[in-house]
């Protein structure tokens, strides 16, 4: 370890990967600090403070969001768009054909796309959250024209957090988007601190904390050992001749990751469920039915679950395709062990994808309820927001940056020797 981060500081270009990525995390936390004008800045924090759903979505925009500044709506309308874009890849073969066969100009085409539906949606959202937040106006602004304005800014927030996430993909260290949201949840470490000394000193025991705290470590060892986690199918590649030469005859495997779905399926349930909750809390005829799907209520979980089921099921069946695998298996002359070639080879690895698909959903569902489950018990509430999704991609985050840097010291020591 010692070795490993005395390396750092000994080669240049990692240095300026790393002072480049700092930097534009610096301006991404000074962005947060820049509020639009027109709320009751104390009605709005005492919303949030209330925790919840508004809570939840605050903690991926680094607090931008309760503080209603530029970057309001941070990266997260990037996140869908790219994500819905994802789906559309393997639901339409054109757009598959443009990414896989042009080359680099395909990617950056269907970049563009990506970046289009990223203003819709901040679009949409800007609208959305503008509206719903119209009861915590100062008296005597113009709603139509702080609505005006509200969107105008939230957009160009959302396309210059946009940006900043590109530039930490080209030049930086890690994936950009997910470094922002990265940063936006370590950025909240220090409230939930605060919170959980407040409410120590309010008689809430400190058993309870110690609690919270050892549950929270537990599932992230979870989360560790499963995103790690993958079965290997071994595949035997028969001998062949071509001219001269003896080709083939390798034994090599099949890896395939019990966690296919990643972060996607928790993110695609969250927004489905938030959907039903602020349309309960703008109706007043809805009122009574609210308490009964707010965020952390037993059937907020038990729907969570099951939509976390569903979309993991959804996203694999959509991404893996068992025939294809197994047709590209058989045309390079390889069999796995003890399975014939073509279909007995595709229903062979469709049951096996099938059975670590409902393991890894498993294991999406609990960490996402486990820390609401525990903090209802221990009623250390202040560490709510940090829910599995926050848990997984803070590891899923540190883990990749690591990779990429011991990639770096690796190649740089290997250049070393040529030299």
Same mark, same amino acid.
């Given at each position: ?63 931008? !969001? ?52 990223? !203003? ?46 590109? !530039? ?42 110690? #609690?919270?705290?050892?549950? !929270?470590?537990? #599932? ?20 062949? #001749? ?111 994808i099938s059975r670590l698909t409902f393991v890894g959903a498993t294991f999406l569902a609990l960490i996402s309820i486990v820390p609401m ?23 899923? #985050? ?22």
């Amino acid at each position: 370890m010692a070795n490993s981060v005395s390396g750092i500081f000994g080669i240049q270009d990692l240095q300026k990967k790393l002072g480049f990525t700092l930097l534009v995390i610096i301006i991404f936390r000074l962005g947060i600090h820049i509020p639009i004008s027109g709320l009751d800045m104390t009605q709005l924090n005492r919303l949030f403070g209330a925790g919840g759903i508004m809570g939840f979505i605050d903690l991926f925009s680094g607090g931008a !969001l309760k503080r209603f500044s530029v970057f309001a709506l941070g990266i997260i309308p990037y996140i869908n768009a790219s994500i819905i874009m994802q789906l559309l890849t393997f639901l339409y073969p054109k757009m598959k054909e443009m990414q896989q066969e042009e080359g680099e100009s395909g990617r950056k085409q269907m970049q563009q796309y990506t970046r289009y539906l990223t !203003l819709a949606i901040a679009v949409i959202q800007s609208v959305g959250i503008t509206i719903g937040l119209r009861s915590v106006l100062l008296p005597g602004t113009n709603f139509f024209a702080f609505m005006f304005f509200s969107v105008i800014a939230l957009t160009a927030g959302t396309t210059f957090v946009m940006w900043l996430g590109e !530039l930490i993909s080209e030049r930086g260290i890690g994936n950009g988007a997910s470094i922002i949201i990265f940063v936006g949840i370590i950025g909240a470490m220090p409230s939930y601190i605060a919170n959980t000394v407040t409410l120590i000193r309010g008689g809430i025991p400190l058993w309870n904390v110690g #609690v919270l705290i050892l549950v !929270l470590f537990i #599932v992230i060892i979870g989360i560790v050992i499963i995103q790690e986690a993958q079965r290997n199918i071994p595949v035997q590649y028969a001998k062949r #001749v071509v001219g001269r030469k003896l080709y083939g005859g390798q034994s090599t495997y099949l890896p395939m990751r019990i966690n296919q779905g990643g972060v996607i399926p928790i993110i695609f349930a969250s927004s489905v469920l938030s959907v039903p909750i602020m349309i309960a809390g703008a109706m007043p005829a809805l009122q009574s039915f609210s308490k009964y799907i707010t965020y952390g209520s037993a059937f907020y979980n038990i729907s969570f679950a099951l939509l976390i089921f569903f979309f993991t099921f959804f996203y694999t069946a959509i991404t893996f395709n068992p025939q294809e695998l197994a047709d590209n298996i058989k045309k390079y002359g390889g069999f796995i062990l003890g399975v014939r070639p073509g279909k007995p080879t595709a229903d062979y690895l469709d049951s096996v994808i099938s059975r670590l698909t409902f393991v890894g959903a498993t294991f999406l569902a609990l960490i996402s309820i486990v820390p609401m489950l525990a903090a209802g018990i221990t009623h250390v509430t202040s560490f709510v927001g940090l829910g599995g999704t926050a848990m997984l991609i803070m590891v899923g #985050v540190a883990n990749d940056i690591i990779r990429q840097i011991e990639t770096i010291l690796i190649s740089n020591k290997y250049e070393k020797l040529v030299r």
